[in-house]
């Protein structure tokens, strides 16, 4: 009874002193201050250490909502990622027993994580895109209409007379207009069997 009573307290003792895993992923990004949603869930803004349980694939989606710099504002592009998170050798099966039950002592399984996230053009760039835009619109439209009137006034003048040969080497200018021919006019009155009833009713 009293070595089955010690055995007990031995395995208590043990338990006790047992240690343990502690995963963490170390999120950072630049520039700083970027929300992360980690599996469709928000999960903190950077930089902050994720606390995780299991190994694989983390869907992850990193935005930042931008900053004012030099009196512009500066934004940036969203940033989506499938990060592999890998095990560490004494997580494999059968040696995770010893880290995490007969270990005296606490693991620290750190994952970091950084991201840069690429620059969008500032505001008021866009802006001057937008009047550049604007003006090479303006550009072509009084183009357009210039040649537009150039035409008209080439069509409003009066055609030059055509030059013949007179046959002994010199031009002749024919500037005579042939009549146009008389047209075929029936004038003959239409038989009056031909022409339609109406019956009164």
């Not at 750190?110 to 604007?134: G, M, T």
């Not at 055609?159 to 008389?182: F, N, R």
Request: some cysteine.
């Amino acid at each position: 009874m009293t070595k089955r009573f010690a055995l007990v307290v031995v395995a208590i003792s043990l338990a006790a002193l047992a240690g343990c895993v502690e995963r963490g992923l170390v999120i950072t990004s630049d520039p700083p201050g970027a929300t992360v949603t980690v599996n469709q869930q928000w999960k903190g803004t950077t930089p902050f250490v994720l606390p995780f349980k299991h190994y694989g694939v983390y869907d992850i989606w990193i935005e930042h909502p931008g900053y004012e710099e030099n009196g512009r504002m500066v934004k940036f592009y969203p940033m989506h990622v499938g990060e592999p998170i890998k095990a560490p050798g004494y997580q494999y099966a059968g040696a995770d027993f010893v880290s995490e039950v007969l270990l005296p002592t606490t693991l620290h399984d750190k994952h970091n994580l950084n991201y840069v996230l690429e620059r969008l053009d500032k505001a008021d760039d866009i802006s001057d895109v937008l009047s550049r835009a604007a003006q090479l619109r303006e550009a072509s439209r009084v183009r357009t209409q210039m040649r537009m009137e150039k035409d008209a006034a080439r069509r409003s003048q009066p055609a030059e007379p055509q030059a013949a040969d007179s046959g002994d080497g010199q031009t002749e200018i024919d500037d005579s207009v042939a009549p146009l021919p008389d047209a075929d006019i029936d004038a003959t009155p239409p038989d009056p069997s031909q022409l339609p009833v109406f019956s009164n009713y």
